[in-house]
């Protein structure tokens, strides 16, 4: 059995035939299922046919599919019943003949064509459709977080019952594991052990005499955090000049030149730092010619924050904004959203955390959290006025990670370690609290 190519973070293959496969399973299952929707998918069902604008924007986005694509979703009603479908389920890796592979965005899989409708672009950025959009994800979220999601925290086939060709296999599967070990940029050096099993449980906390490994659920899983001494500021980074990894990341752009106020949704994204911050008070303290720098999370690893400098919390928020929006400029973007990453950190829901850095030269600057998709919660776990030492925990997001941004005021002069790399959607994961720039 083999392993399906993925599109950039893992969260989707890239093979088509697969995914394709994969929907269409859902689409039976669904329509097996026949059984009334549930609240949340009923109340964006309800708001779709009661408002004519939302009714024209989710016909016409399948009617503007190309033909041949997306055959198995052809309409908004076959979109809600797989939505609500995979409320009651838990990622898993599929089994598709003789491959496996994750679907880690699910529901962004079976909006992956209609998102770059220029229909689903007037949808996807509608606030009524948004705010139900939060409340459905917010239920998934309650789902995985609780007990019934542990089905899939096992070694082997999900459904022992059911036939392997069509069952999914549990994260403690040796494929399973494998993926995970793959991911780890230390993987084989020093005491980091190369065989995918013992590198999981050397990582990560986890209590292999317990079912389940410990875990209460898939939530628990997924938030899981490095044991102690895995991954730690070296002793060479402490110097306040050093600026370390605040994810388990992989570098997808840096800038110098980012302006206030500027056309993110145009050809190349530029970032405009006043929308990413949501005309925060505090974006005045920034201005032309900051600095930022975005790197994107993988689907199999770490997904909690840790802070880039030392210094004092000076300013929290959380800010809604949009699930399933693409750049316009990407058209039918088939690593969506992917490529619009510069584009969904002004506009998708995120979180700041302004940190004023013990060096004065570094000085103010915010950590930004940016879900993707399905990744619809930010959680902040520090709050104005705490003391936060480099590579202490400030935050986490529930069901996967996305993207995150650095961003340095006008004048503070870094020079960026990408750790031979050139930022962009193939590079490789840089491990958190690892130096990625110094002051000059």
Not at 270 to 289: C, E, R, T, V, W
Not at 391 to 402: E, K, R
């Amino acid at each position: 059995m083999k392993h399906v190519r993925y599109r950039v973070g893992k969260w989707l293959p890239s093979d088509r035939d697969f995914l394709n496969q994969w929907i269409a399973k859902k689409a039976r299952q669904a329509t097996d299922k026949n059984t009334a929707l549930s609240p949340s998918v009923a109340a964006l069902r309800n708001a779709i046919y009661a408002d004519p604008i939302l009714y024209m924007g989710f016909t016409a986005m399948y009617d503007q599919i190309p033909q041949g694509y997306n055959e198995q979703v052809k309409n908004f009603e076959t979109m809600l019943q797989i939505m609500d479908l995979i409320l009651t389920e838990a990622p898993a890796y599929s089994v598709i003949e003789d491959q496996i592979g994750l679907v880690g965005f699910p529901i962004n899989a079976i909006l992956d064509w209609a998102m770059g409708a220029t229909y689903g672009f007037m949808t996807f950025t509608n606030p009524v459709v948004n705010q139900k959009l939060q409340n459905i994800l917010n239920d998934w979220k309650t789902f995985l977080q609780s007990d019934a999601s542990k089905y899939v925290l096992v070694d082997g086939p999900v459904y022992p019952s059911q036939p392997d060709y069509d069952n999914p296999i549990g994260w403690f599967s040796p494929q399973a594991l494998e993926a995970i070990a793959a991911m780890d940029p230390l993987r084989g050096q020093g005491n980091d052990p190369y065989d995918a099993c013992a590198n999981f449980i050397y990582n990560y906390k986890c209590d292999i005499t317990q079912p389940y490994l410990g875990y209460t659920s898939w939530d628990s899983f997924f938030t899981r955090e490095f044991n102690p001494g895995v991954r730690e500021v070296a002793p060479e980074d402490q110097d306040w000049n050093v600026v370390v990894n605040a994810c388990e990341s992989a570098p997808y752009n840096c800038v110098t030149n980012a302006k206030m106020k500027d056309k993110f949704w145009m050809k190349g994204q530029p970032y405009s730092i006043q929308d990413i911050m949501a005309n925060h008070y505090l974006a005045s303290k920034f201005g032309d010619n900051s600095t930022v720098y975005q790197a994107f999370l993988c689907a199999k690893t770490y997904h909690r924050w840790n802070s880039p400098v030392e210094g004092t919390i000076v300013e929290i928020q959380n800010i809604p904004g949009t699930y399933y929006s693409e750049a316009p400029v990407e058209g039918y973007d088939p690593a969506g959203p992917n490529d619009s990453q510069g584009y969904i950190a002004e506009i998708a829901a995120r979180a700041l955390i302004f940190i004023e850095s013990n060096n004065p030269g570094i000085g103010l600057m915010c950590f930004v959290a940016i879900g993707m998709a399905e990744v619809s919660s930010c959680e902040i776990t520090v709050q104005p006025g705490e003391y936060v030492k480099k590579g202490d925990p400030i935050g986490t997001f529930h069901f996967g990670g996305s993207t995150h941004c650095l961003i340095f005021r006008p004048g503070v002069n870094l020079q960026f370690d990408f750790h031979n790399q050139t930022p962009g959607l193939t590079t490789s994961n840089i491990p958190v609290k690892a130096r990625i720039a110094v002051l000059k």
